[in-house]
């Protein structure tokens, strides 16, 4: 019989990376990660929740982000946001009897050319009409596609997860009816454009008061 050869430990092989949230998410170390090459984490996509970012609100520990490494600098990843949602128990959680849910999906393009679909929901007082529902997802797309001819993928990731965004569509579609709840329940990046409109610098977005 022919002697086996040593077995090499693979983990002694990997380096380990720091993956950092884009700007707009205050470039914080949110993860580190293992690879014998750092070309293989192009593409790989870290979770966190908002708490993890903010440490203020415990109610952020419902929202899931979602980064995707698009570029490693040395032993630093950097990100951009594929997208969010809420976490399935705090979905559920809104729900009441005798009271209605308006659920709508967008798709859009921002002024820097980045194409995602946006999620936004309502929870009401009270059960409504189906003439009311129809009007409310009216008023939901007009707002989403407002905002993005208006801004950045990164102003508008903020908006979206910070609740800026669900705070301007609670203030059009309260007039319609009693409202309980209104969010972005959910974020998807669909296309990056390959060269990126630069757009003239704006102010930082700033965290709402939730609706």
């Given amino acids: 019989m022919s002697k086996r050869g040593r077995v090499r430990d693979k983990w002694k092989l990997k380096t ?18 293992p690879s014998d090459d750092p070309s293989k984490l192009l593409g790989r996509v870290v979770e966190v929740t908002l708490y993890d970012l903010t440490k203020q609100d415990i109610q952020h520990m419902n929202i899931k982000l979602y ?17 969010h949602e809420y976490a399935r128990e705090y979905l559920r959680s809104l729900v009441r009897r005798w009271s209605s849910r ?18 936004p929901v309502a929870f009401t007082r009270k ?30 990731a903020q908006e979206c997860v910070l609740g800026k965004l ?12 009693p409202l309980r709840h209104v969010g ?18 704006s102010e ?5 008061s939730p609706a």
């Fill in 16 to 33: 380990w990376y720091s993956v950092y949230s884009p700007p707009y998410f205050g470039s914080q170390e949110i993860a580190l990660v």
């Fill in 67 to 83: 980064f995707k490494i698009v570029k490693v600098d040395g032993l630093k990843a950097e990100t951009i946001l594929k997208g």
């Fill in 102 to 119: 308006v659920d709508a999906s967008i798709n859009l393009t921002t002024k820097d050319g980045f194409k995602l679909r946006v999620f």
């Fill in 127 to 156: 059960r409504i009409k189906p003439s009311q529902e129809s009007a409310i997802r009216k008023l939901m797309e007009e707002v989403v596609l407002e905002r993005g001819k208006q801004l950045t993928y990164d102003q508008l």
């Fill in 166 to 177: 669900a705070s301007d569509i609670f203030h059009r579609i309260t007039k319609i009816c």
């Fill in 184 to 201: 972005i329940r959910k974020t998807k990046l669909l296309a990056v454009p390959e060269q990126p409109v630069q757009p003239p610098p």
């Fill in 204 to 208: 930082k977005v700033e965290a709402p």
